[in-house]
């Protein structure tokens, strides 16, 4: 029996012992008491009132962007497969089923670029990501990857220091997994074998910009915003006050009421009321949450688009772009190359996974076109190198590299040199 009918339809699979409550498409794994109660409540409880979960928290602005903006950058990076020669050569390795699985089709309905998008938000909102490992019958390679949502597994680190999952599948059945049959994302760790999410620790932030969105919408559901007041020089009669209801509620039902002029009755006057320090301290509450979730999240507010304050990341979209790299990016890029290395090749393997980095200036031809002419001037790139790089066939004799201009026409071999001991040759 193959590994597909096995988990994945196979009329003659033994099923496994059902967990008595089973959990439904999209459920949570519930292991805890504390899990049940957030669980039966919606979320973790912040002060402000609030439930906290990772599907509530991408309702807030700043979150989903930064939720966007990282994962969007795993996605669309170019990641390459590499075969390790010698500790000086390297080699494309787009001939091995590895090459297949991460870089054209990872399981049956995704696309690489949706797969890895995928796992880098469930490590951003949940902590983990985790993909089953189908490996072939013979080789043992892998051959598709098949994603579990972080809530139906479960970790557990065994006796022996291996790990072991418990994967709850759609139909209630239980799946026990091994460390060598799952593919584990995770950043930063606590007990060094699950992740740790923002949303954990920024839950009241969280929950505050949640209230305050909230505050917002009833405020202008109920129109409750005063930026004109009515005045009468007497006191209003009830006919008085139904028609001049009646006439606010057609003026604000918009359409087209929308803009014309409001006939006041019985000698009444309108006086405009300036913001109040009620709504000012609630606009600056809310762009200081947006900066500390920018913060918890790692992303430069600038790119989440709050530009009101100067950046320290530099100027210039190019310096810009590789502060992000270097101090947040550049977890996510290890985190994916590490896990592809470790967890889907052989121990002995000299295959191993490499992000093209430089593909963050593919838009800036100016910042490209100088690092290719700097390559080129030092002998450290040839021009097919080039080409390739800029994704156009090679030339005839471009895999030339010239030499550096403080070395020119000095082409002697530096074991081939004159001995600086021996006296010098006559000319």
Not at 268 to 282: E, F, G, I, L
Not at 285 to 312: L, N, W
Not at 408 to 423: F, L, Q, S
Request: charged share 25%; glycine share 8%.
């Amino acid at each position: 029996m193959g590994f597909w009918d096995r988990f994945f339809g196979g009329k003659s699979a033994a099923p496994t012992q059902s967990p008595k409550a089973s959990a439904p498409d999209g459920g949570v794994l519930i292991t805890t008491t504390q899990q049940l109660e957030e669980a039966v409540a919606g979320g973790s409880m912040s002060l402000s009132g609030e439930r906290v979960n990772a599907n509530s928290a991408m309702k807030v602005a700043a979150v989903y962007a930064c939720v966007r903006i990282r994962s969007g950058a795993v996605a669309t990076m170019p990641l390459h497969i590499k075969r390790r020669i010698d500790p000086r050569t390297r080699e494309d390795a787009s001939d091995t089923e590895l090459w297949k699985v991460i870089c054209r089709r990872p399981n049956k309905w995704q696309k690489p670029a949706q797969f890895r998008r995928m796992l880098q938000a469930h490590v951003m909102l949940r902590g983990n990501g985790y993909a089953m490992i189908v490996r072939t019958a013979v080789k043992k390679e892998p051959q598709a990857l098949i994603p579990m949502h972080p809530d139906r597994v479960e970790t557990k680190q065994k006796d022996d220091l291996s790990l072991e999952y418990t994967w709850t599948r759609k139909d209630g059945r239980r799946v026990v997994l091994q460390q060598d049959q799952v593919f584990h994302l995770y950043c930063l760790t606590l007990d060094g074998f699950t992740g740790v999410t923002p949303i954990t620790y920024a839950r009241e932030t969280l929950g505050v910009s949640l209230a305050m969105e909230r505050h917002g919408a009833k405020t202008f559901k109920n129109g409750a915003i005063i930026g004109h007041v009515l005045r009468h020089p007497n006191k209003l009669g009830k006919e008085g006050q139904a028609n001049l209801r009646s006439s606010l509620e057609e003026y604000r039902s918009g359409g087209e009421s929308e803009g014309k002029d409001l006939i006041l009755e019985e000698g009444m006057d309108v006086t405009r009321m300036a913001m109040t320090s009620v709504d000012a301290q609630w606009i600056e509450s809310r762009k200081f949450s947006r900066s500390d979730i920018a913060m918890f999240f790692g992303v430069p507010p600038h790119m989440i688009g709050d530009t009101e304050k100067s950046t320290s990341w530099g100027t210039g979209i190019e310096q810009q772009t590789q502060g992000f790299v270097a101090f947040t990016l550049e977890d996510d890029l290890t985190m994916w190359e590490e896990g592809i290395t470790a967890d889907l090749t052989p121990e002995d393997s000299n295959l191993y996974a490499k992000f093209n980095r430089s593909a963050l200036v593919k838009g800036d031809i100016k910042t490209r076109t100088a690092a290719y002419a700097t390559g080129l001037q030092w002998g450290w790139l040839s021009p097919n190198e080039v080409r390739e790089l800029e994704d156009r066939n090679p030339r005839d004799d471009g895999d030339i590299y010239y030499p550096p201009p403080n070395t020119a026409g000095n082409t002697t071999p530096p074991d081939e040199k004159d001995d600086p001991d021996e006296p010098a040759k006559p000319s």
